[in-house]
Nanobody, 118 residues
C-alpha cells in the first residue's frame, strides 16, 4: 500500500553536501528522516508536515540540514550541507505523524548509506 524509497546516499568528504530523496507512493503523510549506526538506536534527524509548512530538526543538524517536500511528486528531500564524520549512518525516511520517536511512524524506507570521511 505505502512504499517509501530512499536514494542519494554515498561516500563524501567532510564539508561536502548530499541531497537525499524519498519517493513515496500510496498516500501523503508527515515525514521524518532518521539515521542509525551499528550499536546505536535509531536517531531523529528532521521532520516535515504534510503541507510542508512545519519543519523540525535535531539540534545536531540545525543550520546544516534542510528538509523539504514536493507534494506534486510526493517526494521528500533532505539537503545535507557541511557534512561531518559524525553524520555517517544509514538514513531512513519514515511516514506517519510528526514526532521524534521512531516507533511513532508507520512506514519506513529501506535506508541509504551516508559515509563522511575526515
Amino acid at each position: 500500500q505505502v512504499q517509501l524509497v530512499e536514494s542519494g546516499g554515498g561516500l563524501v568528504q567532510a564539508g561536502d553536501s548530499l541531497r537525499l530523496s524519498c519517493a513515496a507512493s500510496g498516500g501523503t503523510f508527515s515525514m521524518g528522516w532518521f539515521r542509525q549506526t551499528p550499536g546505536k538506536e535509531r536517531e531523529f534527524v528532521a521532520a516535515i508536515s504534510r503541507s510542508g509548512g512545519i519543519t523540525t530538526y535535531a539540534d545536531s543538524v540545525k543550520g546544516r540540514f534542510t528538509i523539504s517536500r514536493d507534494n506534486a511528486k510526493n517526494t521528500v528531500y533532505l539537503q545535507m550541507n557541511d557534512l561531518k564524520p559524525e553524520d555517517t549512518a544509514v538514513y531512513y525516511c519514515a511516514a506517519g505523524r510528526m514526532t521524534t520517536a521512531p516507533g511513532s511512524y508507520d512506514y519506513w524506507g529501506q535506508g541509504t548509506q551516508v559515509t563522511v570521511s575526515s
